[in-house]
């Protein structure tokens, strides 16, 4: 029992003198670690890596000048041994992924509109008269809402806010991404609720089994998904590509310009994943599909309600995205400001 203690009283001495060296310890480790040699370009205004992503470091240190440079002072072997410069636009890069992925989702909601298609071919598309509008035709309301967002927030939104506060006034890519996001939720939540009345409708109707009937409810009711799926792409799109081209470096410029699309083709291949998923494993035991073929009998508005709580956690995992990033670029030097101005 003694020696049991005598073990834990060292265990514990030994902690606690861990913890009083430890600072001494860091401050040993940062010393050295500004010593230490880096590669980098002749000319560059890099010269040390930034502190973020330390282990990433390694890859431009240098160990033996003599062995890992040449006489010019270029890296022998660019495979084992980069610039400073390099490392830091890799870093940049892998900063941005998590919000970047926040972003396929927006866009697995935005590839919903061949449901949407499907919906308005099973309702009432006229209006004035016996004017019937083609069920793919409704797509159009997307674009006008886009570019009645993006006219109004440039022209009217903008100048009317800077009039009021005195000074210029804007939203940031990242709060314009964080809108664009919680909207698109909101369709896909609005999408959901009509196909839930419009098949209660076809149910009361006695239509059910004939996929080509019409329901008795006006194909208008479409338009606020539609509208709502036109602010997400002139908000989340349009954001997007100004905060992955303002964030990364110039010499990432084609790189950022496409991040955007690329993450449009694989909200493409996610959502056509998850659509034959939910196929496969809601007509097991012979029962009828969630996503059948007949719009009456089956169940998109459950489809629909599953991707409404994806958003709904991808809203929350953007959230978290921009309070793990911390300031961008141009926000630093604001909020230095504040700070100085608030004491």
Same mark, same amino acid.
């Given at each position: 029992?003694?020696?049991k203690?005598?073990?834990?009283? %060292?265990?514990i001495?030994?902690?606690?003198?861990?913890?009083?060296?430890s600072?001494?310890y860091?401050?040993?480790? $940062?010393?050295?670690?500004?010593?230490?040699l880096y590669?980098h370009?002749?000319?560059?205004?890099?010269?040390?890596?930034?502190?973020k992503?330390?282990?990433?470091?390694?890859?431009c240190?240098?160990?033996?000048?003599e062995?890992d440079?040449?006489p010019?002072g270029? =890296?022998?072997n660019?495979w084992n041994?980069?610039t400073?410069?390099?490392?830091e636009?890799?870093k940049a890069?892998l900063?941005v992924i998590?919000?970047?992925?926040s972003g396929?989702v927006?866009? +697995?909601?935005?590839n919903?509109?061949?449901f949407?298609v499907?919906?308005?071919?099973?309702m009432?598309?006229?209006? !004035?008269?016996?004017f019937?509008?083609p069920?793919g035709?409704f797509?159009?309301?997307?674009?006008?809402s886009? +570019?009645?967002?993006?006219a109004?927030?440039?022209? /009217?939104?903008?100048p009317i806010? =800077?009039?009021?506060?005195?000074?210029?006034?804007?939203?940031t890519?990242r709060? %314009? !991404?964080?809108?664009?996001?919680?909207?698109?939720f909101?369709? /896909?939540? /609005?999408?959901?609720?009509?196909e839930c009345i419009r098949?209660?409708?076809?149910?009361k109707?006695?239509?059910?089994?004939?996929?080509?009937?019409?329901?008795?409810?006006?194909?208008?009711?479409?338009?606020?998904?539609?509208?709502? +799926?036109?602010?997400?792409?002139g908000?989340?799109?349009?954001?997007?590509?100004?905060?992955?081209i303002s964030?990364?470096?110039? $010499?990432? $410029?084609?790189?950022a310009?496409?991040?955007?699309?690329?993450?449009?083709s694989?909200?493409?291949?996610?959502?056509s994943?998850?659509?034959s998923?939910?196929d496969?494993?809601?007509?097991?035991?012979?029962g &009828?599909?969630?996503?059948?073929?007949?719009?009456n009998?089956?169940?998109?508005?459950?489809y629909?309600?599953v991707l409404?709580?994806?958003?709904l956690?991808n809203?929350?995992?953007?959230l978290?995205?921009?309070w793990?990033y911390g300031?961008c %670029?141009?926000?630093?030097?604001?909020?230095?400001d504040? &700070?100085?101005?608030?004491r």
């Open positions: 029992m003694e020696r203690m005598q073990s834990c009283y %060292r265990d001495l030994a902690a606690l003198l861990f913890f009083l060296a600072p001494f860091i401050k040993l480790l $940062s010393s050295s670690s500004t010593e230490m590669h370009k002749n000319g560059s205004t890099l010269v040390f890596p930034s502190e992503m330390r282990f990433l470091n390694k890859a240190i240098i160990h033996d000048p062995q440079l040449t010019d270029r =890296a022998k660019p041994l980069c400073v410069d390099q490392v636009d890799l890069l900063k998590p919000i970047w992925l396929i927006t866009f +697995i909601n935005i919903q509109t061949s949407s499907l919906q308005a071919s099973s009432d598309r006229k209006i !004035m008269g016996n019937e509008i069920a035709s797509g159009i309301f997307n674009i006008i886009m +570019i009645l967002w993006v109004f927030y440039d022209q /009217v939104l903008l806010a =800077a009039r009021i506060n005195g000074k210029p006034v804007y939203l890519a709060q %314009r !991404m964080g809108i664009g996001t919680f909207i698109s909101l369709s /896909v939540v /609005v999408t959901a609720t009509v098949l209660s409708l076809a149910f109707e006695g239509i059910s089994d004939d996929p080509e009937a019409i329901v008795h409810m006006s194909a208008l009711w479409l338009l606020p998904q539609y509208c709502l +799926i036109g602010l997400t792409l908000l989340s799109a349009i954001a997007q590509n100004e905060f992955f964030e990364l470096p110039r $010499s990432m $410029s084609s790189m310009s496409t991040l955007c699309g690329v993450g449009i694989l909200g493409c291949l996610v959502a994943f998850i659509m998923t939910i496969d494993f809601t007509k097991r035991g012979g &009828e599909s969630w996503i059948s073929t007949n719009i009998k089956g169940h998109y508005d459950y629909f309600w409404s709580g994806l958003s956690a809203f929350f995992f953007f978290i995205c921009c793990t300031p %670029r141009g926000e630093e030097g604001n909020v230095n504040e &700070e100085v101005s608030l």
